[in-house]
């Protein structure tokens, strides 16, 4: 296989790269993951979104215990080739492992008026499945 690619990635001193995981077709920002060379060449090749768990130190392939699969439609590099942004189809419309569509899903009330004014994290996005359901 050619690592060409692979190789032009800026891996930071652990060997991951940050990725931004957006919806096809409703563009939401999904989540933020990080993946190593191994993540990286496993999704290229399977299609299906593959991650580090640095918590676990080791690899995840998105879905493997909720059947929430990232199919990756198109991967994207950034202009300082440091971060990846893959484009992908979420099975089950579940991408955080809370239950909600997305884990961006606070809120900071009061943006731009902050000082002086009382503020704090609003929950914007109802949980569409109940982890205890999702994670046995």
Not at 88 to 98: F, S
Not at 103 to 131: A, H, R, Y
Request: aromatic residues 8%.
């Amino acid at each position: 296989m050619n690592t060409k690619w692979l190789n032009e990635v800026h891996w930071d001193e652990q060997g991951l790269v940050p990725v931004i995981v957006q919806e096809t077709g409703s563009n939401d920002v999904l989540m933020f993951a990080w993946m190593n060379r191994e993540a990286l060449t496993l999704t290229a090749q399977g299609g299906e979104a593959v991650y580090w768990s640095r918590s676990r130190c080791k690899l995840w392939r998105k879905g493997e215990e909720s059947g929430h699969v990232q199919k990756v439609h198109e991967m994207r590099l950034d202009c300082d080739n440091d971060v990846i942004l893959l484009k992908v189809d979420q099975a089950g419309a579940i991408a955080c492992h809370t239950g909600r569509h997305s884990c961006f899903f606070q809120k900071l009330l009061n943006v731009g008026s902050v000082s002086g004014v009382e503020t704090n994290w609003e929950t914007v996005e109802p949980v569409l499945k109940e982890p205890k359901e999702i994670y046995k």
